[in-house]
């Protein structure tokens, strides 16, 4: 079976991409880079060599393939405007083809804005933070789609591997000052990112539709845990500096709503109906080897 990527070379999708090679699908993935290109056919993934603002670069792979993700996002000016057009293109694919595709769409659970103590789950009335507010149209244009089996996927803050948001810690550590969003007394929804592909996998083997699937691992640390357990695996004393909201939003804008956000969403249903669970025990128990592995990233 047929599988289409896109953002197949980055962080989250990489993963997903992997993981549905090794469950034996052929993977095709689009990337603008002939360097990466060569990356994704070391891993026996068929490089697509195009671009989200272009369709037409990918457009006849994705009409053939039984299933489609959309994983990849292009950070910038116009990037509500590429999603948008990516979301149009591979909507209208799927309306087009004679069997029914399934389409993923990779949205998060900053959809839920902060939720403070009280467990959150796909049944929760949203309330998006600034930086994702676009994204509930787009969330019910793919549910809605015609001729389509449409799921849409809400990642936590996605670690391990190639080290995501949690990657920005390990830089800090390393440079001898970790920057905290906040007061660090706040929660942040987790998941690994082998974890979270094995949810794309299931979800698309699932034959369900019209659903919604929150990815979040069980661990539940402090922003202040997590930071401290960062600053232990490099030597000497890295210093964790703490910036309230307003002053880091000057420097980031909308982005430092979404560093001290405050979570806690649980996965029950994805746990339920697709048969998913988190194998990794949470980033604070295993932190050396999430750091060890950011850091052999940096070679690359």
């Not at 993981?19 to 034996?24: D, I, L, V, Y």
């Not at 049944?123 to 019910?140: A, C, G, H, K, L």
């Not at 998941?191 to 083997?205: I, S």
């Not at 002053?247 to 649980?266: F, L, P, S, Y």
């Amino acid at each position: 079976m047929d599988v289409f990527i896109t953002g197949a070379t980055g962080y989250i999708g990489f993963n997903i991409a992997t993981t549905f090679r090794r469950a034996g699908y052929r993977v095709y993935g689009l990337t603008r880079s002939e360097q990466k290109a060569q990356w994704l056919q070391q891993q026996e993934i068929i490089p697509v060599i195009g671009d989200m603002k272009d369709p037409d670069s990918y457009r006849e792979i994705a009409s053939q393939s039984a299933v489609i993700i959309h994983a990849g996002i292009d950070y910038g000016d116009d990037t509500i405007a590429i999603d948008q057009t990516t979301v149009d293109t591979l909507t209208q694919i799927c309306k087009e083809e004679e069997s029914p595709q399934t389409f993923i769409y990779t949205s998060g659970c900053w959809m839920h804005g902060n939720t403070g103590c009280e467990p959150a789950d796909e049944s929760t009335p949203i309330n998006p933070i600034d930086i994702v507010q676009w994204r509930p149209e787009i969330e019910q244009q793919v549910l809605q789609g015609t001729n389509v089996n449409s799921l849409v996927l809400r990642p936590g803050c996605v670690y391990g591997k190639r080290g995501g948001m949690t990657g920005q810690w390990f830089e800090g550590a390393v440079n001898g000052t970790i920057n905290v969003v906040g007061d660090g007394t706040n929660f942040w929804t987790m998941v690994h990112a082998e974890d979270l592909a094995d949810a794309y996998l299931l979800a698309a083997e699932s034959g369900r539709d019209g659903e919604v699937f929150d990815i979040s691992d069980r661990s539940r640390y402090t922003v202040r845990q997590m930071a401290e357990a960062v600053a232990q695996c490099v030597e000497g004393d890295p210093e964790i500096n703490y910036i309230p909201t307003e002053e880091a939003a000057k420097n980031i804008g909308v982005t430092a709503e979404a560093m001290a956000i405050d979570q806690h969403i649980v996965s029950t249903k994805t746990e339920r109906q697709l048969g998913w669970k988190p194998n990794h025990r949470g980033f604070i128990n295993d932190v050396q080897i999430y750091f060890d592995a950011w850091k052999a990233h940096q070679k690359d």
